[in-house]
Protein backbone atom coordinates (compact mmCIF):
# COMPACT_ATOMS: atom_id res chain seq x y z
CA UNK A 1 0.00 0.00 0.00
CA UNK A 2 1.32 3.05 -0.87
CA UNK A 3 0.58 6.75 1.35
CA UNK A 4 1.52 10.35 0.32
CA UNK A 5 0.79 13.11 2.47
CA UNK A 6 -0.08 16.55 1.57
CA UNK A 7 -0.65 19.46 4.17
CA UNK A 8 -3.54 21.58 3.35
CA UNK A 9 -3.32 24.06 6.32
CA UNK A 10 -0.98 23.53 9.53
CA UNK A 11 -4.03 21.27 10.99
CA UNK A 12 -5.25 19.59 8.03
CA UNK A 13 -3.83 17.08 5.90
CA UNK A 14 -4.72 15.60 2.46
CA UNK A 15 -4.14 11.59 2.00
CA UNK A 16 -3.61 10.10 -0.58
CA UNK A 17 -3.84 5.97 -0.76
CA UNK A 18 -3.29 3.05 -3.18
CA UNK A 19 -4.13 -0.19 -2.55
CA UNK A 20 -2.90 -2.87 -4.53
CA UNK A 21 -5.63 -5.66 -5.90
CA UNK A 22 -3.85 -8.34 -3.87
CA UNK A 23 -4.49 -6.29 -0.56
CA UNK A 24 -7.63 -5.62 -1.78
CA UNK A 25 -8.78 -8.94 -2.97
CA UNK A 26 -9.86 -10.44 0.10
CA UNK A 27 -12.13 -8.20 0.98
CA UNK A 28 -13.46 -9.06 -2.72
CA UNK A 29 -13.51 -12.84 -1.98
CA UNK A 30 -15.43 -12.08 0.96
CA UNK A 31 -18.21 -9.61 -0.38
CA UNK A 32 -18.78 -12.06 -3.21
CA UNK A 33 -19.57 -14.75 -0.52
CA UNK A 34 -22.08 -12.37 1.53
CA UNK A 35 -23.71 -11.61 -1.42
CA UNK A 36 -23.92 -15.03 -1.72
CA UNK A 37 -25.61 -15.75 1.60
CA UNK A 38 -28.44 -12.89 0.37
CA UNK A 39 -29.57 -13.37 -3.05
CA UNK A 40 -31.91 -16.26 -4.34
CA UNK A 41 -30.23 -17.83 -8.11
CA UNK A 42 -32.26 -20.08 -9.81
CA UNK A 43 -30.29 -23.61 -9.83
CA UNK A 44 -28.03 -22.39 -7.21
CA UNK A 45 -27.86 -23.03 -3.34
CA UNK A 46 -27.88 -20.22 -0.92
CA UNK A 47 -23.71 -19.57 -0.19
CA UNK A 48 -22.78 -21.36 -3.32
CA UNK A 49 -23.41 -19.27 -6.29
CA UNK A 50 -19.96 -18.68 -8.32
CA UNK A 51 -18.57 -15.20 -8.63
CA UNK A 52 -19.29 -14.87 -12.79
CA UNK A 53 -22.87 -15.62 -11.68
CA UNK A 54 -22.99 -12.93 -9.11
CA UNK A 55 -21.09 -10.23 -11.30
CA UNK A 56 -24.25 -11.43 -14.40
CA UNK A 57 -27.50 -10.89 -11.76
CA UNK A 58 -25.96 -8.73 -9.42
CA UNK A 59 -22.90 -6.66 -11.17
CA UNK A 60 -19.25 -6.66 -10.41
CA UNK A 61 -19.16 -2.51 -8.82
CA UNK A 62 -22.57 -3.71 -6.57
CA UNK A 63 -19.57 -6.46 -5.46
CA UNK A 64 -16.65 -3.86 -5.86
CA UNK A 65 -18.82 -1.08 -3.40
CA UNK A 66 -19.38 -3.98 -0.48
CA UNK A 67 -15.39 -4.58 -0.95
CA UNK A 68 -14.32 -1.17 -0.51
CA UNK A 69 -16.88 -0.34 2.07
CA UNK A 70 -15.52 -3.40 4.22
CA UNK A 71 -11.58 -3.03 3.52
CA UNK A 72 -11.81 0.99 3.60
CA UNK A 73 -11.63 2.28 6.90
CA UNK A 74 -8.54 -0.93 7.85
CA UNK A 75 -6.59 0.74 4.42
CA UNK A 76 -7.23 4.45 6.11
CA UNK A 77 -5.73 3.26 9.62
CA UNK A 78 -2.96 1.50 8.15
CA UNK A 79 -2.11 4.33 6.08
CA UNK A 80 -2.39 7.13 8.92
CA UNK A 81 -0.11 4.95 11.16
CA UNK A 82 2.33 4.25 8.38
CA UNK A 83 2.14 7.92 7.91
CA UNK A 84 2.69 8.56 11.90
CA UNK A 85 0.15 11.43 11.19
CA UNK A 86 -2.06 12.07 14.12
CA UNK A 87 -5.72 12.54 13.46
CA UNK A 88 -8.14 14.86 15.04
CA UNK A 89 -12.04 14.08 13.85
CA UNK A 90 -13.21 11.88 11.74
CA UNK A 91 -11.64 12.50 7.71
CA UNK A 92 -13.46 13.37 4.41
CA UNK A 93 -12.65 10.30 2.25
CA UNK A 94 -13.59 10.33 -1.57
CA UNK A 95 -12.77 6.96 -3.43
CA UNK A 96 -10.85 8.18 -6.47
CA UNK A 97 -10.40 4.73 -8.39
CA UNK A 98 -11.73 1.24 -8.22
CA UNK A 99 -10.65 -2.23 -10.33
CA UNK A 100 -13.85 -2.77 -12.20
CA UNK A 101 -12.47 -4.41 -15.68
CA UNK A 102 -9.01 -5.40 -14.34
CA UNK A 103 -7.17 -6.52 -11.66
CA UNK A 104 -5.99 -2.91 -10.30
CA UNK A 105 -5.51 -0.93 -7.32
CA UNK A 106 -7.72 1.19 -5.32
CA UNK A 107 -7.24 4.44 -4.91
CA UNK A 108 -9.03 7.29 -2.27
CA UNK A 109 -8.05 10.24 -0.55
CA UNK A 110 -9.27 11.49 3.04
CA UNK A 111 -8.97 14.80 4.28
CA UNK A 112 -8.35 14.84 7.69
CA UNK A 113 -7.67 17.43 10.81
CA UNK A 114 -4.58 16.68 12.38
CA UNK A 115 -2.67 17.48 15.32
CA UNK A 116 -0.10 20.71 14.25
CA UNK A 117 3.37 19.49 15.22
CA UNK A 118 4.55 22.60 18.01
CA UNK A 119 7.88 24.00 18.80
CA UNK A 120 8.16 23.78 22.62
CA UNK A 121 9.66 26.44 24.44
CA UNK A 122 13.09 25.52 26.90
CA UNK A 123 12.17 25.32 30.15
CA UNK A 124 15.58 25.04 31.45
CA UNK A 125 16.11 27.82 34.16
CA UNK A 126 12.72 28.78 34.33
CA UNK A 127 11.38 29.97 37.57
CA UNK A 128 7.90 29.97 38.87
CA UNK A 129 6.40 31.67 41.76
CA UNK A 130 3.80 30.30 43.75
CA UNK A 131 2.07 31.32 47.29
CA UNK A 132 3.84 30.75 50.98
CA UNK A 133 3.14 27.36 52.15
CA UNK A 134 3.27 28.46 55.79
CA UNK A 135 0.96 27.08 58.33
CA UNK A 136 -0.79 29.31 60.23
CA UNK A 137 -2.70 29.12 64.03
CA UNK A 138 -5.89 30.28 62.01
CA UNK A 139 -5.64 27.37 59.74
CA UNK A 140 -5.54 24.42 62.60
CA UNK A 141 -8.30 26.33 64.46
CA UNK A 142 -10.40 26.37 61.14
CA UNK A 143 -9.63 22.27 60.43
CA UNK A 144 -10.68 22.08 64.56
CA UNK A 145 -13.73 24.14 63.88
CA UNK A 146 -14.69 22.29 61.02
CA UNK A 147 -14.57 18.93 62.80
CA UNK A 148 -16.02 20.20 65.55
CA UNK A 149 -18.78 20.82 63.47
CA UNK A 150 -19.26 17.65 62.28
CA UNK A 151 -19.74 16.52 65.79
CA UNK A 152 -22.11 19.23 66.75
CA UNK A 153 -25.85 18.41 67.85
CA UNK A 154 -28.96 21.06 66.64
CA UNK A 155 -30.76 22.32 69.45
CA UNK A 156 -34.43 23.74 69.12
CA UNK A 157 -34.03 27.96 70.36
CA UNK A 158 -37.21 30.25 71.02
CA UNK A 159 -35.63 33.34 69.01
CA UNK A 160 -35.39 34.95 66.01
CA UNK A 161 -33.34 33.47 63.16
CA UNK A 162 -29.67 34.48 62.34
CA UNK A 163 -27.01 33.87 60.27
CA UNK A 164 -25.47 30.49 60.93
CA UNK A 165 -28.59 29.21 62.48
CA UNK A 166 -30.51 25.99 61.07
CA UNK A 167 -34.47 26.78 60.19
CA UNK A 168 -36.90 24.18 59.02
CA UNK A 169 -38.57 25.39 56.02
CA UNK A 170 -42.09 25.47 54.12
CA UNK A 171 -41.40 26.73 51.04
CA UNK A 172 -44.13 27.28 47.78
CA UNK A 173 -42.99 29.50 44.74
CA UNK A 174 -46.17 30.98 42.80
CA UNK A 175 -45.82 32.88 38.76
CA UNK A 176 -48.89 34.42 37.92
CA UNK A 177 -50.80 33.12 40.29
CA UNK A 178 -49.82 29.31 39.54
CA UNK A 179 -48.25 27.20 42.39
CA UNK A 180 -45.05 25.99 40.03
CA UNK A 181 -42.57 24.63 42.92
CA UNK A 182 -42.72 23.83 46.60
CA UNK A 183 -40.92 22.24 49.58
CA UNK A 184 -41.44 20.92 53.04
CA UNK A 185 -39.95 19.92 55.66
CA UNK A 186 -36.28 21.31 54.57
CA UNK A 187 -33.30 22.14 56.64
CA UNK A 188 -31.35 25.04 55.72
CA UNK A 189 -28.57 27.02 57.38
CA UNK A 190 -28.84 30.52 56.92
CA UNK A 191 -25.87 31.99 55.32
CA UNK A 192 -24.99 29.23 53.01
CA UNK A 193 -26.83 30.77 49.99
CA UNK A 194 -27.43 27.51 48.23
CA UNK A 195 -31.02 27.62 48.00
CA UNK A 196 -32.68 30.75 46.51
CA UNK A 197 -31.44 33.85 45.76
CA UNK A 198 -33.10 36.38 48.45
CA UNK A 199 -33.87 33.56 51.13
CA UNK A 200 -31.13 34.07 53.45
CA UNK A 201 -32.51 37.89 54.23
CA UNK A 202 -35.98 36.54 54.33
CA UNK A 203 -35.24 33.69 57.38
CA UNK A 204 -33.19 36.46 59.05
CA UNK A 205 -35.27 37.81 62.11
CA UNK A 206 -38.15 35.17 61.55
CA UNK A 207 -38.91 32.95 64.07
CA UNK A 208 -40.51 29.31 64.60
CA UNK A 209 -44.15 29.45 62.69
CA UNK A 210 -44.08 32.96 61.14
CA UNK A 211 -44.12 33.34 57.31
CA UNK A 212 -43.19 35.88 55.52
CA UNK A 213 -42.84 36.54 51.36
CA UNK A 214 -39.86 37.70 48.86
CA UNK A 215 -39.18 37.98 45.47
CA UNK A 216 -36.87 35.67 43.70
CA UNK A 217 -35.65 34.27 40.53
CA UNK A 218 -35.92 30.41 40.14
CA UNK A 219 -32.72 28.53 40.61
CA UNK A 220 -34.51 25.07 38.82
CA UNK A 221 -36.69 23.64 37.23
CA UNK A 222 -38.90 24.17 33.81
CA UNK A 223 -39.07 27.98 35.28
CA UNK A 224 -35.63 28.51 36.09
CA UNK A 225 -34.72 32.03 35.62
CA UNK A 226 -38.07 33.32 36.05
CA UNK A 227 -38.97 35.62 38.91
CA UNK A 228 -41.81 33.65 41.54
CA UNK A 229 -43.59 35.20 44.71
CA UNK A 230 -41.95 33.26 47.46
CA UNK A 231 -43.57 32.31 50.47
CA UNK A 232 -41.86 30.55 53.16
CA UNK A 233 -42.81 29.68 56.82
CA UNK A 234 -40.16 28.86 59.10
CA UNK A 235 -41.97 25.53 61.40
CA UNK A 236 -38.41 25.66 63.80
CA UNK A 237 -35.16 27.60 64.74
CA UNK A 238 -32.09 25.82 65.53
CA UNK A 239 -28.47 26.49 66.37
CA UNK A 240 -25.65 23.96 66.23
CA UNK A 241 -23.93 23.34 69.79
CA UNK A 242 -20.22 21.99 69.43
CA UNK A 243 -18.07 20.50 71.60
CA UNK A 244 -15.66 21.60 73.91
CA UNK A 245 -12.11 21.25 72.60
CA UNK A 246 -10.77 18.88 74.58
CA UNK A 247 -8.93 15.41 75.19
CA UNK A 248 -12.64 14.00 75.25
CA UNK A 249 -13.78 15.08 71.97
CA UNK A 250 -10.00 14.34 70.70
CA UNK A 251 -10.61 10.52 71.51
CA UNK A 252 -14.52 10.94 70.46
CA UNK A 253 -13.28 12.03 66.83
CA UNK A 254 -9.60 10.88 65.97
CA UNK A 255 -7.29 7.96 66.92
CA UNK A 256 -5.64 10.35 69.37
CA UNK A 257 -5.90 10.59 73.20
CA UNK A 258 -5.37 14.74 73.78
CA UNK A 259 -6.41 17.48 72.08
CA UNK A 260 -3.13 18.31 71.28
CA UNK A 261 -1.82 14.91 69.03
CA UNK A 262 -5.16 15.95 67.07
CA UNK A 263 -4.30 19.52 66.88
CA UNK A 264 -0.47 18.28 65.43
CA UNK A 265 -2.33 16.15 63.26
CA UNK A 266 -4.45 18.99 62.00
CA UNK A 267 -1.41 20.86 61.47
CA UNK A 268 0.12 18.22 59.31
CA UNK A 269 -2.81 18.30 57.14
CA UNK A 270 -2.77 21.78 56.91
CA UNK A 271 0.99 22.00 56.01
CA UNK A 272 0.06 18.97 52.99
CA UNK A 273 -2.81 20.50 51.64
CA UNK A 274 -0.95 23.77 51.13
CA UNK A 275 2.12 21.94 49.74
CA UNK A 276 -0.36 19.97 47.63
CA UNK A 277 -2.01 23.59 46.44
CA UNK A 278 1.31 24.98 45.57
CA UNK A 279 1.96 22.13 43.23
CA UNK A 280 -1.28 22.60 41.78
CA UNK A 281 -0.72 26.48 41.36
CA UNK A 282 3.12 25.41 39.86
CA UNK A 283 1.45 23.17 36.73
CA UNK A 284 -1.33 25.52 36.51
CA UNK A 285 1.60 28.36 35.87
CA UNK A 286 3.76 25.82 34.09
CA UNK A 287 0.70 25.27 31.70
CA UNK A 288 0.09 28.88 31.13
CA UNK A 289 3.75 29.50 30.36
CA UNK A 290 3.59 26.71 27.58
CA UNK A 291 0.68 28.21 26.43
CA UNK A 292 1.70 32.23 25.81
CA UNK A 293 5.05 30.74 24.75
CA UNK A 294 4.24 28.10 21.69
CA UNK A 295 2.07 29.03 18.64
CA UNK A 296 -0.64 26.67 18.58
CA UNK A 297 -3.35 26.26 15.87
CA UNK A 298 -6.43 24.78 16.42
CA UNK A 299 -8.79 22.78 14.20
CA UNK A 300 -11.38 24.50 13.99
CA UNK A 301 -13.81 21.21 12.56
CA UNK A 302 -12.49 19.38 15.54
CA UNK A 303 -13.67 22.24 17.59
CA UNK A 304 -17.30 22.84 15.85
CA UNK A 305 -18.00 18.98 16.06
CA UNK A 306 -17.22 19.26 20.28
CA UNK A 307 -18.98 21.99 20.29
CA UNK A 308 -22.46 20.90 18.27
CA UNK A 309 -22.29 17.42 20.55
CA UNK A 310 -21.72 19.26 23.62
CA UNK A 311 -24.77 21.72 22.42
CA UNK A 312 -27.21 18.36 21.46
CA UNK A 313 -26.52 17.05 24.75
CA UNK A 314 -28.30 20.05 26.24
CA UNK A 315 -30.80 20.87 23.72
CA UNK A 316 -29.63 24.34 23.12
CA UNK A 317 -28.66 23.48 19.61
CA UNK A 318 -30.01 27.50 18.66
CA UNK A 319 -28.79 29.08 21.77
CA UNK A 320 -26.03 31.29 19.88
CA UNK A 321 -24.45 32.96 23.21
CA UNK A 322 -24.09 29.84 25.08
CA UNK A 323 -22.72 28.22 21.54
CA UNK A 324 -20.04 31.07 21.86
CA UNK A 325 -19.20 30.13 25.33
CA UNK A 326 -18.90 26.40 24.70
CA UNK A 327 -16.83 27.60 21.45
CA UNK A 328 -14.15 29.47 23.89
CA UNK A 329 -14.38 26.32 26.46
CA UNK A 330 -14.01 23.95 23.43
CA UNK A 331 -10.74 25.51 21.96
CA UNK A 332 -8.88 26.18 25.20
CA UNK A 333 -9.26 22.67 25.94
CA UNK A 334 -8.44 21.48 22.36
CA UNK A 335 -5.40 23.81 22.60
CA UNK A 336 -4.78 22.47 26.13
CA UNK A 337 -4.53 18.72 24.57
CA UNK A 338 -2.73 19.56 21.57
CA UNK A 339 0.31 21.35 24.09
CA UNK A 340 0.13 18.74 26.42
CA UNK A 341 0.24 15.60 23.84
CA UNK A 342 3.16 17.04 22.20
CA UNK A 343 4.62 17.30 25.45
CA UNK A 344 4.44 14.02 26.99
CA UNK A 345 5.48 12.70 23.07
CA UNK A 346 8.76 15.14 23.73
CA UNK A 347 9.34 13.77 27.24
CA UNK A 348 8.87 9.75 26.01
CA UNK A 349 5.95 9.46 28.84
CA UNK A 350 4.96 5.86 29.41
CA UNK A 351 1.81 5.01 31.46
CA UNK A 352 2.14 2.30 34.14
CA UNK A 353 -1.09 -0.30 35.11
CA UNK A 354 -0.79 0.78 38.37
CA UNK A 355 -1.22 5.16 37.62
CA UNK A 356 -3.57 4.18 34.79
CA UNK A 357 -5.46 2.25 37.70
CA UNK A 358 -4.92 4.92 40.26
CA UNK A 359 -6.85 7.47 38.12
CA UNK A 360 -9.54 5.29 37.15
CA UNK A 361 -10.70 4.15 40.35
CA UNK A 362 -10.26 8.09 41.37
CA UNK A 363 -12.86 8.93 38.51
CA UNK A 364 -14.97 6.02 39.41
CA UNK A 365 -15.19 7.79 43.27
CA UNK A 366 -16.46 11.05 41.04
CA UNK A 367 -18.97 9.85 39.42
CA UNK A 368 -20.13 7.50 42.63
CA UNK A 369 -19.71 4.34 40.59
CA UNK A 370 -18.10 1.17 41.52
CA UNK A 371 -14.63 1.30 40.41
CA UNK A 372 -14.91 -2.11 38.50
CA UNK A 373 -18.37 -1.52 36.84
CA UNK A 374 -16.53 1.96 35.95
CA UNK A 375 -13.49 0.29 34.17
CA UNK A 376 -15.82 -2.21 32.46
CA UNK A 377 -17.80 0.70 31.16
CA UNK A 378 -14.78 2.34 29.57
CA UNK A 379 -13.78 -0.68 28.13
CA UNK A 380 -17.06 -1.76 26.25
CA UNK A 381 -17.50 2.34 24.86
CA UNK A 382 -13.50 1.33 24.18
CA UNK A 383 -12.01 5.34 26.10
CA UNK A 384 -9.51 3.51 28.24
CA UNK A 385 -6.99 5.09 25.27
CA UNK A 386 -8.69 8.55 26.08
CA UNK A 387 -7.90 7.61 29.97
CA UNK A 388 -4.18 6.93 29.01
CA UNK A 389 -3.91 10.31 27.20
CA UNK A 390 -5.80 11.99 30.04
CA UNK A 391 -2.71 10.57 32.64
CA UNK A 392 0.33 10.97 30.37
CA UNK A 393 -0.69 14.91 29.87
CA UNK A 394 -1.21 14.81 33.60
CA UNK A 395 1.76 13.23 34.23
CA UNK A 396 3.90 14.84 31.09
CA UNK A 397 3.59 17.94 33.33
CA UNK A 398 4.56 16.95 36.43
CA UNK A 399 7.72 15.55 34.66
CA UNK A 400 8.25 19.04 33.60
CA UNK A 401 8.23 20.36 36.11
CA UNK A 402 11.65 18.64 37.68
CA UNK A 403 13.27 20.99 35.10
CA UNK A 404 11.71 24.11 36.79
CA UNK A 405 12.60 25.64 39.73
CA UNK A 406 9.59 26.82 42.02
CA UNK A 407 9.77 29.40 44.89
CA UNK A 408 7.06 30.59 46.78
CA UNK A 409 6.91 34.66 47.21
CA UNK A 410 9.61 35.02 49.82
CA UNK A 411 12.19 33.07 47.41
CA UNK A 412 12.27 29.85 48.98
CA UNK A 413 12.49 27.03 47.02
CA UNK A 414 9.61 25.01 47.27
CA UNK A 415 10.20 21.10 47.34
CA UNK A 416 7.60 19.46 45.37
CA UNK A 417 9.01 15.99 44.48
CA UNK A 418 6.05 14.15 46.77
CA UNK A 419 3.69 15.30 43.92
CA UNK A 420 6.22 14.95 40.82
CA UNK A 421 8.34 11.91 41.37
CA UNK A 422 11.88 12.06 39.97
CA UNK A 423 13.74 10.38 37.36
CA UNK A 424 14.52 7.35 39.80
CA UNK A 425 10.90 6.61 40.34
CA UNK A 426 10.36 6.85 36.88
CA UNK A 427 12.98 4.17 36.09
CA UNK A 428 12.20 1.98 38.51
CA UNK A 429 8.09 1.86 37.84
CA UNK A 430 9.89 1.15 34.28
CA UNK A 431 11.38 -1.72 35.74
CA UNK A 432 8.13 -2.64 37.31
CA UNK A 433 6.30 -2.69 34.37
CA UNK A 434 9.20 -4.61 32.37
CA UNK A 435 9.28 -7.50 35.58
CA UNK A 436 5.64 -7.51 34.98
CA UNK A 437 5.34 -8.20 31.31
CA UNK A 438 7.60 -10.58 31.63
CA UNK A 439 5.99 -12.47 34.22
CA UNK A 440 2.56 -11.81 32.32
CA UNK A 441 4.49 -13.17 29.09
CA UNK A 442 6.01 -16.34 30.91
CA UNK A 443 2.29 -17.62 32.41
Known sequence: MKSAVETLEPT???LTVEVEYAELKPSIDHAYEHI?????????RKGKVPARIIDQRVGRPAVLEHAVNEGLPNFYRQAISETSLRPLGQPDVEVTEVPIEAEGPLKFTAEVEVRPELELPELEGLELTVEAGEVRDEDVDERLESLRE???TLVGVDRPAAEGDFVVLDLKAVI???EVDSVSGVSYEIGSGNMLEGLDEALTGLSAEETTTFKAPLAGGDHEGKEADVTVTATAVKQRELPESDDAFAQ?????????ELKDDLRKQVADAKTSNQAVAARDALLEHLVEKTEIPVPSGAVEAEVHRHLEGENRLEDEEHRAEVTEQATEALRNQILLDTLAEKLEIQVAQNELLEYLVSASRQYGMDPNQFIQTLDQNGQIPAMVGEVARSKALAVAL???VVKDEAGEVVDLSEFI???EDDAAEAADATEESAEDAKA
Do not use: C, H, M, Y
Open 252 to 260: LASEFDTID
Open 150 to 152: RFG
Open 36 to 44: AEQVNIPGF
Open 12 to 14: KVK
Open 176 to 178: DDE
Open 421 to 423: GSD
Open 402 to 404: RDV
